[in-house]
């Protein structure tokens, strides 16, 4: 593999190891681990990637004026700068192509660029999705207003350019500070999603869906979750932080029947339809706070068998954790992307009763210096209940 050099990686900060080779990054998120959890198990070689290159299939880039043109860039949101980026070595080369001709289209149109200064213009940033496995691609539009000078000339030629963007969305962000999406959004061409093929199920993404970012190591990650869970059919599952039902839908393939619980209506709504996409009659999703659902389980005396969690950054609530050392499943996999609050919520269910058996580092980002990390626990005497 050769590698690759970013010239502007010091200034972006988004990479933040982009000074070692690929094979010293693996070694130093595998001591990263080792530190974090290396006493407690043994932690087996992080699994990396065959290309580490252009692996992000969701990118956004935000929008200024230099010198009388339109830059394109990562924002910085500790300065509220923008870092001019051509060719990002982490994100998809199409949706790089793509935001060069968004910044193209808006100088020939005189679509102007939002200022936050003055609180003036229109264009903010862009996020673009693409499934690695359909090809199918999204772009948002995030704008300050409605007021979209030459929409419909602009969505044309967007997608003429691009005939594989099945969806244009409008997406209005009043926050003057943060990139972000909010639920003022208009589909201004196509059908307001994608499609991905993930582990061989079909999943439809919105622009607001969470969805790991790296479609290539998420199969990694999810065929060996569900492979340290050695489910054999017949098994009762939790997955208690499911999201849009992506854990859950692969599971459900090698199990009797799987529980879904997750707080964020809109994300339900898509698990759901993602269920029906791939006839998983026998998953139910929830939406409702784990902590409770599964306090509810207990007390209806549901023997759950596995139970998956997927925790963001901030790693599991407390109220979850004793909740799923009550209903006491045989086996928990534990997937987070923050080895540091895993670490705590592990040690925490070693103290109520499990026992840390496999940890298995994964590559998900690159050249940063985050990794994810599976940590499978098993009850310490399942039989006793």
């Known amino acids: 593999m050769e590698e690759k050099n970013c010239p502007v990686y010091k200034k972006c900060s988004g990479c933040q190891l982009r000074n070692m ?85 808006a100088e020939q149109l005189k679509i102007p660029v939002y200022n936050s200064q003055t609180g003036r213009g229109f ?8 499934g690695f496995a359909t090809g199918e691609v999204m772009v948002v539009i995030v704008a300050a207003n409605h007021n979209f000078p030459s929409k419909s000339v602009f969505v044309k030629e967007l997608t003429r350019l691009y005939p594989q963007i099945v969806s244009v969305v409008l997406n209005i962000n009043t926050d003057p500070y943060k990139m972000l999406l909010s639920r003022d959004e208009t589909v201004l061409f196509g059908r307001g999603y994608i499609e991905e093929m993930i582990c061989g199920e079909r999943f439809r993404i919105s622009p607001k869906s969470f969805c790991q970012v790296n479609p290539v190591q998420t199969e990694v990650l999810y065929n060996k979750a569900i492979e340290l869970a050695g489910l054999k059919g017949n098994e009762t599952v939790l997955d208690a932080y499911c999201g849009i039902g992506t854990i859950s839908i692969i599971a459900a393939r090698h199990a009797r029947q799987v529980y879904g619980v997750e707080i964020n209506r809109s994300a339900v709504n898509d698990a759901n339809v993602n269920a029906e996409l791939n ?13 409770k659902y599964l306090a509810e389980m207990k007390e209806r005396k549901v023997h759950c068998d596995a139970a998956f969690l997927d925790p963001a950054r ?31 919520d592990v040690f925490f269910l070693i103290q109520n009763g499990y026992k840390l058996r496999v940890i298995q580092p994964v590559d998900m980002f690159p050249f940063t210096q985050h990794v994810e ?3 499978l626990l098993i009850k310490n005497n399942p039989k006793d209940r």
């Open 21 to 105: 080779t690929y094979e010293e990054t693996l070694r130093f998120k595998e001591i990263k681990v080792v530190r974090l959890m290396g006493k407690l198990c043994r932690v087996d070689p992080v699994i990396g990637m065959k290309d580490p290159y252009h692996y992000r299939s969701k990118v956004q880039a935000a929008f200024r004026y230099r010198g009388g043109h339109i830059e394109s860039g990562v924002f910085q949101s500790a300065t509220g700068g923008i870092v001019p980026v051509k060719d990002c070595l982490s994100d998809d080369i199409i949706a790089n192509k793509i935001i060069l001709s968004v910044k193209k289209l």
């Open 123 to 130: 264009l903010r940033h862009v996020l673009i999705r693409r």
């Open 279 to 291: 006839s998983a009659d026998n998953v139910k999703f929830v939406c409702a706070d784990a902590g």
């Open 314 to 344: 901030a790693g599991c609530d407390r109220r979850v954790l004793s909740a799923l050392a009550d209903l006491a499943p045989d086996k928990i996999v534990y997937i987070s992307c923050n080895p540091e609050t895993q670490a705590r």
């Open 373 to 375: 990390n599976i940590a």
